[in-house]
């Protein structure tokens, strides 16, 4: 009997029936991993070795015929090539070095096998993902539920705002710059650029600093603070276990997508929102599982620890019909604008901010009295999470025709000079104010498109437009879930080459007679316009020039 070996360099383990001391993942194109192989043939026979060179190489093997051994053992070991040929040439005479695969059993059942064993793999990670994501979440929202319901005690709580910003902004820059912004922005550059390393003491300095500045009435979220604690103790869990960068990526994906899913009660749309937010156009299929699976699990751990959270059915939708229809699509157009005007508007304050040569904790206290004095004018409705108002909406509750508007600039404002927190609660404020408005200017429900005008701002300003949709069916239930999905789409589409997260990677155009150049980050995209032939536009141009 003849036995053929082939080693399989791309799986994690050796396939097979074998007895392995050790287990190694190659890693790099010139790492060699030698694997001594002791046959232990017919009773009486002296134990023959060889030294087999499994190198780098896919597909580059060939096959050495050895007699089948009654037991055999693969001893794995790193050593340099040429130390590891003088070595073994001195002491194993007649050792023959091979370049092969490995493979004990057939094709077809070594794939299953493999891909069984990844399953399984990242079904316990992610648990373990979804675990600490929810734990961890669970403490950040109950802290942040108390301090601010003890602020709301003070009719004029407000007015400590300057002095809340300049204590994020000297938290930040004293002991983690890495956790200025709003969360998951810089989690999504640590994704593209570090391979997923977040430094540890991001997670208590936004803790801390996102409490103290929605607790003096800062105008941020909670989603992304969240996201980037559940991401730093990903990252601090991939680098205790030495995992490599590939993994360390998808393990981060799962902390941004956990902290979605436990912070809103959306597990499947918190888990898509994880995996689709770090692409405009483009998915990371292969997170899907993991993401699925820490989201739900830290959905229901956050649960059972008391976090409750925010369910509104609408039940009152208009019976289809064509005119319904359009202007359901008229509402993600305008949508769309609105999510377009929230972005240069926080850009514009980021501007702002960049041009003050100050130090940072100064512009915190400039900021701050800023955000106190608009307080003052406007109304104190604007500042903080501002779910009060998001649930008056899905009420049917009128309010200012302006407070989108108002509401984008008291997040820039907050953002820009000091303040910590994220910025989802911020957009489902400004989309549901949105959708009021058009609501009243088109005499429709106010709920129904409020509803729509929520997760509609989202698809737009995070371009995540399948998150939003399949938000609307967990947060607002399956009746408008058809209305909502057209008009997230719709509202992805008009808000441009654009977002509320810079370091986005752009991978698709969102229309062929633009010219945008694919895999930059959003930041640094210009786009231009180039007219199709048989395209409206260039049908125009060419009437205008025979005229």
Same mark, same amino acid.
């Given at each position: ?37 002791? %046959? ?17 190489? /896919? ?16 001893? %794995? ?63 950040? /929202? ?6 601010? %319901? ?72 909670? !989603? ?97 019909? !064509? ?20 972005? !240069? ?42 779910? !009060? ?51 009243? /200017? ?75 150049? /694919? ?29």
């Amino acid at each position: 009997m003849r036995l053929r070996l082939f080693f399989l360099e791309s799986t994690d383990f050796l396939p097979g029936t074998v007895r392995q001391s050790q287990l190694y993942k190659i890693r790099g194109e010139r790492q060699v991993i030698y694997l001594q192989i002791l %046959l232990d043939l017919s009773v009486g026979s002296a134990a023959e070795s060889a030294l087999v060179d499994a190198g780098c190489g /896919l597909g580059a093997h060939s096959t050495k015929i050895l007699p089948a051994p009654h037991d055999f053992s693969i001893f %794995l070991q790193r050593t340099p090539p040429q130390q590891a040929r003088t070595k073994f040439q001195k002491t194993c005479s007649g050792a023959c070095l091979y370049r092969l695969e490995l493979k004990l059993m057939p094709r077809r059942l070594a794939e299953q096998s493999i891909l069984f064993i990844s399953v399984l793999k990242w079904v316990v990670l992610a648990t373990i993902m979804g675990v600490i994501v929810g734990l961890s979440t669970s403490g950040f /929202l109950l802290a942040l539920k108390a301090s601010t %319901l003890y602020a709301a005690k003070f009719r004029y709580f407000f007015v400590s705002l300057p002095v809340a910003f300049f204590l994020s902004a000297w938290i930040i820059k004293k002991f983690a710059p890495e956790a200025e912004g709003h969360g998951t922005e810089k989690v999504i550059e640590a994704v593209h650029k570090q391979s997923g390393r977040i430094k540890g003491a991001v997670v208590p300095v936004k803790l801390i600093a996102t409490i103290v500045t929605l607790m003096a009435g800062g105008s941020a979220g909670k !989603e992304g603070p969240c996201a980037q604690i559940g991401a730093g103790l990903c990252s601090l869990f991939a680098d205790l276990f030495r995992f490599d960068d590939q993994d360390r990526r998808k393990l981060v994906i799962c902390g941004i997508s956990a902290g979605f899913a436990s912070v809103f009660g959306t597990p499947i749309g918190g888990a898509i929102f994880g995996v689709e937010v770090l692409f405009v156009g483009s998915l990371m299929y292969d997170v899907l599982l993991p993401s699925f699976i820490a989201g739900v699990t830290s959905f229901q751990i956050s649960s059972a620890l008391g976090v409750s959270y925010f369910y509104h059915p609408i039940t009152f939708i208009p019976v289809f019909s !064509e005119a319904f229809f359009l202007k359901v699509v008229l509402a993600g157009v305008f949508f769309g604008l609105c999510s377009f005007l929230m972005v !240069e508007i926080l850009r514009s304050t980021e501007r702002l901010s960049s041009w003050l040569k100050i130090s940072k904790p100064l512009k915190g206290i400039l900021g701050g009295t800023a955000l106190m004095a608009l307080a003052f004018i406007y109304s104190s409705r604007y500042l903080g999470l501002g779910l !009060e108002t998001i649930e008056g909406t899905l009420n049917g509750q009128n309010v200012p025709w302006d407070a989108f508007l108002v509401k984008s600039l008291f997040t820039g404002v907050t953002l820009s000079f000091g303040g910590s927190g994220g910025i989802v609660t911020p957009i489902f404020f400004v989309g549901a104010t949105a959708g009021n408005l058009f609501a009243r /200017l088109m005499g429709l429900h106010p709920a129904t498109f409020s509803a729509i005008g929520l997760v509609s701002l989202l698809a737009g300003a995070a371009n995540t437009p399948i998150a939003a949709s399949i938000m609307a069916v967990e947060l607002f239930g399956t009746q408008v879930a058809p209305y909502a999905a057209v008009a997230c789409v719709i509202s992805f589409l008009m808000t441009g080459h654009r977002g509320v997260y810079p370091s986005q990677i752009l991978s698709v155009k969102k229309s062929p007679s633009l010219m945008v150049q /694919l895999g930059q980050e959003l930041e640094g995209v210009t786009t231009k316009v180039w007219p199709r032939k048989r395209f409206l536009l260039w049908i125009l141009r060419k009437l205008k020039r025979s005229k």
